[in-house]
């Protein structure tokens, strides 16, 4: 809960809530972007890397800080901690449509 | 096993390892009259435990494990009150999973999800929004908990609620801010901090601004730090120059990620929808002066201490640890947690007794999980 993790932006997937589809170590899910949007066009953020905590992406990193971050996450074993969360809560919330 | 084959530059870690060794030695610090620095984040604790640099650092160092682990500073009464909210029939009650496991006088919330409570791990608060999208009928209540890494998001989540005019839906924020408790242990004439390493995380969001009081009124440096290794040693050993030099000032190691005034669109969130209670109560600690946050008015439809007249200030019971649990001398560093008469025999992470053994990133156990209970015979 404390730590981030690096996720890659893929997807604006709606513009008006800030929110985006990004990839984390191959789990794809709908964050919120907007700690981390400028001035410039929201499509610009595609293909870039940022910090997730709980869902919103709170700081940009580059691909090598996000490489080092992810394999930190993965020795102290909060990656993985991460990701079943992510798929727990998205088969939760699928469960209830 | 060799701790070193975990670096990324054994190289690298070995200069900084010696560099420590040196100043350590020239500050005149031993094992019997060490220099303490307290790392304050419980993602630092369990770094720290995991790479072994508690061990590889020399014995002139102590490393004190600060309140930084949002789960373990939670109070009984709030885990009560959890409870209570989420044992109302028409309400969902969404948390992190981590919350599930820490004890309340009577149950803990995965007692009660066992009991029948509509309870649900999300990871994320927008998952509890998209809940209440999806069950109008239905009270969505979202468990607000953690620094400020979390705060923001929480915060945004209720401006989207608002935005999106949801009226089942309610945050039961327990939010509580790094500066505060750092400063009640600078005021404990019990405790002797050299230094502190400051949260990477938290600093993204706030800045190092916030800890400038640190340096300035009580003469203690900070350094605030990254997760990796080699981050944490390159910032003890800042400290540690710090000390040597008879300085006292916040320094950026983990500038790469931590910008000096913060995360402004967070801040201005967080500001719009919290402001600070005037006290909150922390496990272990007592009650801290502006240490914990509250919703404000203005968003008072999203405040699960509202509708459900619950919450800390009203009819508070403060309630003591249980017998023989010593999660408060831990906590504020007094002693290391293999000396708790419960450690590893009442209280393990499979059924802990107290709030340090239930996440990862309590003192209890990371030193349960990487060789306390070794390091327990052998001392
Ligand atoms: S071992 Fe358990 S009871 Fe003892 S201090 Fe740690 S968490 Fe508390």
Excluded at chain 2, 192 to 210: A, C, E, Q, T, Y
Aim: contains cysteine.
């Amino acid at each position: 809960m404390c730590l981030g993790i690096p996720g890659k932006i893929v997807e604006i997937s709606d513009a008006t809530r800030k929110l985006a589809m990004v990839d984390i170590s191959g789990v794809k899910r709908e964050v919120n972007i907007a700690c981390i949007v400028g001035d410039e066009p929201l499509e610009n953020l595609i293909g870039t890397w940022s910090l997730i905590h709980v869902g919103f992406a709170m700081s940009r990193i580059d691909e090598k800080e996000a490489a080092l971050t992810l394999d930190v996450l993965r020795q102290l074993g909060e990656a993985q901690e991460e990701i079943e969360a992510m798929r727990a809560s998205a088969a939760m919330l699928e469960k209830t449509s | 096993m060799n701790y070193a084959d975990e670096f990324r530059d054994p190289v690298k870690a070995k200069g900084v390892l010696g560099a420590i060794a040196r100043v350590v030695d020239e500050l005149g610090a031993t094992k019997e009259n060490p220099i303490h620095i307290m790392e304050i984040c419980g993602g630092h604790t369990h770094a720290i435990f995991r790479y072994g640099l508690d061990k590889l650092t020399p014995p002139g160092l102590e490393f004190i494990h600060g309140p930084g682990c949002p789960v373990c500073v939670l109070p009984m009464s709030r885990v009560d009150e959890c409870v209570e909210i989420a044992e109302n029939p028409n309400v969902i009650f969404t948390t992190f999973g981590d919350a599930m496991r820490v004890p309340g006088t009577k149950k803990s919330l995965m007692q009660a999800k066992a009991d029948g409570a509509d309870i649900r791990m999300v990871y994320s608060p927008l998952d509890a929004l998209e809940l209440a999208r999806r069950n109008p009928d239905r009270e969505v209540v979202f468990f607000g908990l953690g620094f400020e890494t979390t705060t923001p998001s929480t915060a945004l989540s209720i401006l989207q609620a608002d935005a999106d005019g949801l009226t089942n839906f309610t945050i039961f924020c327990n939010h509580i801010t790094v500066p505060p408790p750092i400063k009640a242990l600078l005021d404990d004439p019990h405790m002797v901090l050299d230094g502190f390493v400051g949260p990477g995380h938290v600093s993204m969001v706030i800045g190092i601004k916030p800890y400038e009081f640190i340096a300035r009124d009580y003469g203690k440096p900070i350094v605030v730090a990254g997760f990796e290794p080699l981050d944490l040693l390159q910032s003890v050993l800042m400290v540690l120059e710090q000390i040597r030099d008879g300085r006292a000032e916040v320094e950026n190691q983990y500038s790469r990620i931590v910008p000096d005034d913060g995360n402004p669109v967070s801040i201005a969130a967080c500001e719009e929808v919290y402001e600070p209670r005037p006290t909150f109560e922390w496990r272990g600690l007592g009650e801290i002066d502006a240490s914990g946050l509250r919703i404000r008015d203005r968003y008072k439809a999203f405040d699960a201490e509202v509708k459900f007249d619950i919450g800390y200030g009203r009819n508070t019971v403060f309630t003591a640890e249980q017998e023989g649990c010593a999660c408060g001398d831990v906590m504020t560093g007094r002693i290391k947690p293999h000396a708790c008469p419960q450690f590893g025999k009442g209280c393990t992470p499979e059924m802990p007794l107290g709030a340090l053994m239930v996440s990862s990133e309590g003192a209890c156990s990371a030193y349960y999980q990487y060789g306390g209970l070794e390091l327990e015979s052998v001392e």
